[in-house]
């Protein structure tokens, strides 16, 4: 089942890229969470546990498509998830592949 998280607050464009370098290097461990809301669950909390893929989605150099493997605060399930996100508004959109 796909959820679509609308992503309210997230990291700047640094952080993301730090994360990418370091992906696969388990001496380093770089968190990324992002405030993100649904309709049925608002204050809700996207931390990636695995940046797998990292695109620019055009030209600007600020909008990114990343996708990867998170935890959803309050929900005991890992999931999938694909995201759109813009680095200067720290806003975009994440659509959660959930286990059912």
Excluded: W
């Excluded at 049925?40 to 990114?64: F, N, P, Q």
């Excluded at 929900?75 to 999938?80: A, D, Q, V």
């Amino acid at each position: 089942m796909d959820i679509r998280y609308e992503i309210l607050d997230g990291p700047k464009k640094e952080n993301i890229f730090t994360a990418f370098e370091h992906a696969y290097d388990e001496d380093v461990q770089v968190a990324m969470k992002f405030a993100a809301q649904s309709p049925s669950a608002k204050d809700t909390v996207i931390e990636i546990t695995e940046l797998c893929g990292l695109s620019h989605e055009d030209g600007s150099g600020h909008r990114l498509n990343l996708n990867g493997g998170c935890v959803v605060h309050g929900s005991r399930h890992g999931t999938k998830f694909r995201m759109f996100y813009d680095t200067e508004e720290h806003t975009g959109y994440a659509i959660l592949t959930v286990p059912e």
